[in-house]
T-cell receptor, first 114, second 113 residues
C-alpha cells in the first residue's frame, strides 16, 4: 500500500517464503517500469524492468507483474533471503523516455525474519 | 570498470550557506541526472545534464543549479540552504540514447542545521 509522510509500508516475511511487494502508479502514459532495491546507506540498485507492452517478466528469483488496467505493478521475490532486506521502490518513465527523469513511488521496507 | 561515484559522502551545513556536490558517472556514460531523497521517501528528480547542458528539470527552485564538465562529471549546487534541503542527494548516470537504464551512486547525505 501507499504511505503518507515518513512512514514506509513494511512487509515482514519469513526467510525462505515468497514476498510480494505492490506499487500503484498514476501516469497512464508511462511506458517503462523499473523496480529498485535500496539498502541502508546505498543508492538504488536495479532489479528488474518491464515495458508497458508486457504484463509479466521474470528474472532470477524475481518476477514483475504489470496490470495496466488498474495501474498496478508488483514484484515477487521467491525464497527470500536475509540479503533481500531493503527498501524496494517502483519507478516509472513516461512515453518521452528517461529525459524527464524517473518517477519513484514511496517504497516498501522488506524485513526478512530468520 | 568504476561505477558511479559521489563526493563527499556526508556534509553538514547551516541555513543560508551554499553547497556543491560532485558526481562521476559510470565509465562510458554521457548523461547525469540528480535526485533528492528525503528521509522515508522515494527519490525526486531534480535535473539532467547532457553535453554540458541542462536538458530537463523537475519541480525544484532556481536555488538548485548544476554543471556538467567535458569529462561528463557533474556538480550539483544549492544556494541559500534551507532546513528542508536536508536529504540524500543521488546522482544517476546513463547513456543519452538509453536513458531508461540509470545507474545510481551511493549518494551524498546533506544535513542543514
Amino acid at each position: 500500500g501507499e504511505s503518507v509522510g515518513l512512514h514506509l509500508p513494511t512487509l515482514s516475511v519469513q526467510e525462505g517464503d515468497n514476498s510480494i511487494i505492490n506499487c500503484a502508479y498514476s501516469n497512464s502514459a508511462s511506458d517503462y517500469f523499473i523496480w529498485y532495491k535500496q539498502e541502508s546507506g546505498k543508492g538504488p540498485q536495479f532489479i528488474i524492468d518491464i515495458r508497458s507492452n508486457m504484463d509479466k517478466r521474470q528474472g532470477q528469483r524475481v518476477t514483475v507483474l504489470l496490470n495496466k488496467t488498474v495501474k498496478h505493478l508488483s514484484l515477487q521475490i521467491a525464497a527470500t533471503q536475509p540479503g533481500d532486506s531493503a527498501v524496494y521502490f517502483c519507478a516509472e518513465i513516461g512515453s518521452g523516455g528517461g529525459a524527464d527523469g524517473l518517477t519513484f513511488g514511496k517504497g516498501t521496507h522488506l524485513i526478512i525474519q530468520p | 570498470d568504476a561505477g558511479v561515484t559521489q563526493s563527499p559522502t556526508h556534509l553538514i551545513k547551516t541555513r543560508g550557506q551554499q553547497v556543491t556536490l560532485r558526481c562521476s558517472p559510470k565509465s562510458g556514460h554521457d548523461t547525469v541526472s540528480w535526485y533528492q531523497q528525503a528521509l522515508g521517501q522515494g527519490p525526486q528528480f531534480i535535473f539532467q545534464y547532457y553535453e554540458e547542458e541542462e536538458r530537463q528539470r523537475g519541480n525544484f527552485p532556481d536555488r538548485f543549479s548544476g554543471h556538467q564538465f567535458p569529462n561528463y562529471s557533474s556538480e550539483l549546487n544549492v544556494n541559500a540552504l534551507l532546513l528542508g534541503d536536508s536529504a540524500l542527494y543521488l546522482c544517476a548516470s546513463s547513456l543519452w540514447t538509453v536513458q531508461e537504464t540509470q545507474y545510481f551512486g551511493p549518494g551524498t547525505r546533506l544535513l542543514v542545521l
